[in-house]
Nanobody, 119 residues
């Protein structure tokens, strides 16, 4: 059974930093692309970026480029999202998402972790 379990969300002051984690199980972690997707309150889903876990090549949305970093620890089957320079616009639910190999489509989502950026 595929499971994606995010953690690390919370309340952060503007300008602060945080690291989100996503522990994956039930599939070969190193053979897929993994994505981070977020949803701000009252808004739609926004792709933040993804990473080829085997090749360790992350790609980012322009809105987060230079502030967010996607990485993995393949020994721990864990995906990370390091966030910095946070603003209130980064507030939302953050999801890690597994891509179905060869399709580019998402097949499994985590339950999400909530980040609130506020003073």
């Amino acid at each position: 059974e595929v499971q994606l379990v995010e953690s690390g969300g919370g309340l952060v002051q503007p300008g602060g930093s945080l690291r989100l984690s996503c522990v994956a199980s039930g599939f070969t972690f190193s053979s897929v692309f993994m994505s981070w997707v977020r949803q701000a309150p009252g808004k739609g889903l926004e792709w933040i970026g993804d990473i080829d876990v085997e090749e360790q090549k992350p790609v980012y949305a322009d809105s987060v480029k230079g502030r967010f970093t996607i990485s993995t620890d393949n020994a721990k089957n864990t995906l990370y999202l390091q966030l910095a320079g946070l603003t209130s616009e980064d507030t939302g639910m953050y999801y890690c998402v597994k891509e179905k190999p060869g399709s580019g489509a998402y097949d499994y989502w985590g339950q999400g972790t909530l980040l609130t950026v506020s003073s």
